[in-house]
């Protein structure tokens, strides 16, 4: 899985940038060319980009599970937190789901501020 990390973490960064060509080409193919190139880009807009705007770091508590996206491609869900650059504000929770299609390892599909009870590790 660390070949997948490496991909998320390479997005989770493009996010925090702000870089929406960077991750739009990221995503998965199969992904852009079901719900479109222009609904992708707007929720990253919208949502991905803004939730990674404060970004700092990964917090070190991280749940990895084997994962098909709905187009049968296999790879990993990662479910983490982001911690902010601004002190006062906790840990937010996020899920990236990263699938190898072809030779290509993409992003299947990011969930912002989505907790997901027994597979986001508690905080200390």
Same mark, same amino acid.
């Given at each position: 899985?660390?070949?997948?990390? =490496? *991909?998320?973490?390479?997005?989770?960064g493009h996010a925090a940038k702000g870089e929406a060509e960077a991750?739009?080409?990221?995503i998965s193919p199969n992904m852009l060319e079901y719900a479109g190139p222009? =609904? *992708?880009s707007g929720?990253?807009?919208r949502s991905v980009i803004p939730f990674f705007e404060p970004f700092r770091a990964v917090a070190t508590n991280v749940t990895i599970t084997e994962t098909t996206d709905g187009f049968g491609s296999?790879?990993?869900?990662y479910y983490m937190y982001a911690e902010s650059k601004k002190k006062?504000?906790?840990p937010r929770p996020f899920?990236?789901?990263m699938v190898r299609e072809g030779d290509a390892i993409v992003v299947a599909n990011i969930l912002v501020d989505h907790f997901?009870?027994?597979r986001h590790q508690p905080l200390g």
């Open positions: 899985s660390e070949a997948f990390r =490496a *991909v998320a973490d390479t997005f989770i991750l739009l080409a990221l222009e =609904a *992708v929720i990253l807009a296999h790879g990993f869900a006062k504000e906790k899920v990236i789901y997901v009870e027994g």
